[in-house]
């Protein structure tokens, strides 16, 4: 495994640079829209599980060539135009959502809401500028439990030019495969779980290795940015062999940096923390999932060269993210209800369906990307602060996901800890939370379980900004 130190970063993005990341910077700065960096979403053969390679996984790749690996790491900057050219090689339709990045309505992925379905051969443009820096990560919003759980999602990773530099970095993307034997896909889910928590994987990969090894300098800070991107996974994160500070959640800094002693984190969550690397050459740390009965190995992290001897305690709060604080004093109060709901046949859709309902919100289930759009939950008024009160009233965990918005947990029958603002609240079973916003962003914003059997059996609905 490579190891990913300052001086190597800078050479792989100056590598890039004539073609995407500086390119971008440069026109931005010129005022011109940027050229775009090309992902095209196409099959390929992986290799993921240990006895066969997986055929007709789904990818994106840098350009129109061949790739056969996880998507890249989109690196982009905040304040500065972005621009990327979605070309489908795939045999359905395919959309790009850029999840918790709070940018144009017309940009946010999602078909039928938002922008056209992109149908094989054709393309689309997205170009925004993202406002926030941090972890964020990108995916599809149509046929989502077929496409994400083939493969496409990936990592974005935001630079803030004022953020701290650490002696390394590692991006992480999480998230389980649904194989059997000889690797070959087996049905995406089952319908007595997805009525329930949701359908497990068989095959758990990080960065699309089954328990992979990570080099980082001994005695070094390393900041590992963690995306959950599994479709049905919640992880407890825990680390064993070298201590951590958690820095940002969701893409947002935390105020106070705290150490990493079991944290929940939900699909569609991103957790960022700065691991302070064990001593001597060889000594190891060992991130794991310590969810359920049988705790196991997300990654090894194993220190190399002689220790740089940091320290974790200088550590501080990374810079923050421009996000507007609601003034909840004269906010209006919309209530979000999460329930079961009695099982009947969606309407079959261009972006898939599952064949069931099984949720709803406020009574409604849509499964969020159909050509018959509910209503709207509720209109807002642009500019002005909300409070959302979200009921979960299922004994199961829903991670629910807003587009274009961050909002801020004021309080919660559940939990003491209130993280920074997010785009995500992994809503536990029975849990009544309060969140707050500010309607700056106009637009229909989607918001759905990130379960994605869930979303796909009627968790979703949206908020209109007007
Ligand atoms: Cu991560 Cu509606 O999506
Ligand atoms: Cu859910």
Known sequence: MPMLNRRTFLQGSAALGGAF?????FAARAGASPDPQVLTAQFADARIAADGVTPKVMT????????????????????EAYAARLVNRLDEPTTVHWHGLRIANAMDGVPEITQPYVYPGDGFDYVFTPPDAGTF???????????????????????????????????LTLRDWR???????????????????????????????REPVFEAPAGGLVRV???????????TMALDGAAAKVVALDGNPVDTPFLLDRLDVGPGQRLDIVMRMPESEGQTAKLSNDRGSRPWTIATFRAVGT?????????????????????VSIAKRIPIELTATAEHKPTPSIC??????????????????????????????????????????????????LHGLSFRILNSNKRTFLPPPTDTILLLPDEQAEVALVADNPGDWVIHCHIIEHQKTGMTGYLRVV
């Open 60 to 79: 994106y790749g840098l350009g129109e060539a061949a790739h056969a690996s996880m998507p890249p790491v989109l690196r982009m900057r905040k304040g």
């Open 307 to 327: 220790s740089l001897k940091r320290d974790l305690r200088d550590v501080g709060p990374l810079p923050g993210n421009p996000i507007a604080e609601a003034d």
């Open 179 to 209: 194989l059997g034997r000889g690797g070959k896909f087996i049905d995406p889910f089952k319908p007595r779980d997805a009525a329930r928590g949701g359908t497990y994987g068989t095959v758990k990969t990080t960065n699309w290795q």
């Open 352 to 401: 898939g369906s599952l064949g069931y309902t099984f949720w709803a919100i406020n009574k409604v289930p849509w499964p969020g990307d159909t050509p018959d759009p509910i209503a709207p939950i509720e209109e807002l008024k642009l500019g002005r602060s909300y409070v959302l009160q979200i009921s979960n009233r299922t004994p199961h965990a829903h991670p629910i996901h």
């Open 21 to 25: 990341a500086l390119g971008a910077g």
């Open 137 to 171: 990560w990108y995916h599809p919003h149509c046929n989502t439990l077929t496409q994400i759980g083939r493969g496409l999602a990936g990592v974005i990773v935001v630079e803030n030019p004022d953020d701290p530099v650490f002696d390394a970095e590692i991006v």
């Open 225 to 235: 940015r963690i995306a959950a991107m599994d479709v049905t996974r919640i992880y």
